[in-house]
């Protein structure tokens, strides 16, 4: 994706200031061994390259193998990182990386996901693990009903991220990706977002930005009732799927675009997904078909005479096929968890096992 990484670098160095003053601020990292299970795209670099030069060791593994950048990874094992990492890596591989960045015997965890957490857990494995941060609302429901064996904090319920980040940029990252990926825009299209939380409603006010005609449909009453006093349409999804010309997943949930549901789709619906699970659309269904790849990322399968698009093999669209946030939004993300990680290594160690919100006073002084 990139063509000059040195000068793409350089220039999301320059757009994202307070990344660098957040990294500047933290302490000697050289105690640290920090293992990093997240998105390995172009912004991730200047963080981790941060780390590095304040003495941490770092193991970098993905939480989605189809966002992941292979000369990010290169320049950042350059830089000293160890990683198991690589775009588009197998399931087994994709776990094995895991299993890989626990045998590194980490000190700290910096996840979008849990997946270090929970194979710590489930497997009852004794680590020197100390403390963790947790970016994503789907690691944090992963984290319900568990007993972690070291301070976990959560990040992704911040009003700073979920406000910015959850709210404002993936919906629009997802509709910019869209047009690239399809050369086509909203206007004249039914736009059916499955979702009404923060990144829903991103979803839903972008796509009607950008002339879409759009229809919420969301099981949990309250949310519901939300989108219709925000002026939504509100539909069961069983009956707003029959009408689609694109739909749009952004639950965290799996399986949520059943098999069933993909059969009463009409022909020529888009389908793409931008939570963080990669599983919320029945994609093994649909490999049972006839497919073809009419544009790079977007899959064509054939359901009898219906024919049904499939965008970025149902990962994160607005991250596998385009670039996600913006640098300048990033920017502020991505202060937050330069000093989240200040905060797991020194203060935060200390609190007991459990999960907690990332302390005010941690994120606010990035502003």
Not at 84 to 96: D, G, I, P, V, Y
Not at 276 to 294: G, N, W, Y
């Amino acid at each position: 994706m990139y063509d000059n990484f040195s000068a793409e670098l350089a220039w999301a160095t320059l757009n994202m200031p307070r990344t660098k003053a957040a990294v500047e601020a933290l302490p000697d990292l050289s105690h640290v061994r920090l293992a990093c299970n997240m998105h390995l795209d172009l912004k991730m670099a200047p963080l981790v390259k941060g780390l590095l030069d304040k003495g941490a060791k770092v193991f970098l593994t993905t939480c989605n193998p189809t966002t992941v950048q292979d000369d990010v990874v290169a320049y950042l094992m350059n830089c000293g990182a160890e990683a198991k990492a690589w775009r588009n890596m197998s399931q087994t591989e994709w776990f094995e990386s895991f299993q890989a960045a626990i045998e590194w015997n980490p000190t700290h965890l910096c996840e979008m996901g849990s997946d270090l957490t929970s194979l710590i857990h489930y497997q009852n494995l004794q680590t020197n693990v100390k403390a963790g941060l947790e970016a994503t609302g789907s690691g944090i429901n992963r984290l319900n009903g568990l007993t972690p064996n070291y301070p976990i904090f959560n990040w992704d319920d911040l009003p700073v991220k979920e406000g910015l980040h959850n709210r404002h940029m993936v919906g629009l990252t997802a509709w910019h990706t869209f047009f690239d990926t399809t050369h086509l825009t909203l206007h004249e299209k039914t736009v059916v977002v499955i979702g009404y939380g923060l990144v829903g409603q991103g979803v839903a006010h972008s796509a009607k930005a950008y002339g879409g005609k759009v229809i919420v449909a969301e099981i949990d009453k309250a949310r519901a009732l939300q989108a219709e006093y925000d002026g939504w349409q509100v539909m069961p999804l069983a009956q707003a799927i029959k009408i689609a010309d694109v739909i749009a997943t952004a639950t965290g949930a799996k399986n949520v675009v059943s098999a069933s549901l993909l059969q009463q789709a009409k022909s020529g619906v888009f389908i793409l997904n931008v939570g963080h699970v990669a599983e919320e659309i029945d994609v093994l269904f649909l490999k049972q078909h006839t497919m073809h790849e009419p544009m790079p990322y977007i899959n064509a399968y054939q359901l009898g005479e219906k024919t049904i698009y499939l965008l970025a093999d149902g990962s994160m669209f607005n991250l596998t096929a385009g670039y996600g946030d913006s640098l300048n939004a990033f920017d502020v993300t991505l202060a937050v968890m330069a000093s989240g990680i200040g905060h797991i290594v020194s203060e935060g160690e200390k609190a007991e096992n459990g999960v907690y919100l990332l302390p005010q006073a941690v994120w606010e002084k990035v502003l």
